[in-house]
């Protein structure tokens, strides 16, 4: 059996529970598809989804993060004197 630290376990809580709502989502625009698959009378895919505008769209050099040299500046000056303290707990707050 998994041992969570409460702050671990609320985590894990809250990507269960966005879970869910992901499905409930993909399950209501699963129904207006096929409504609309049923009723159209020239039902096409590329109505309900177009995988090549959406490919386009990804592809599209306009939807690429350019990196900022500044922001990358100062993120690598807070950064600089951060290390990672691993500690081995007492086994408090575990659920």
Known sequence: MLELTLVEYEAALRGMQL??????????KSAMANRYAHHAKH???????????????????????????????????????????FTVGDGENKV
């Open 43 to 85: 039902a096409n895919e590329r109505k309900i989804f177009d995988k090549n505008k959406a490919l386009r769209s990804l592809n599209h050099p306009g939807n690429q993060k350019k990196s900022n040299k500044q922001m990358l500046q100062q993120a690598n000056k807070a950064l600089s004197d951060y290390q990672v303290k």
């Open 19 to 28: 879970r869910t709502i992901d499905q409930y989502e993909f399950m209501a």
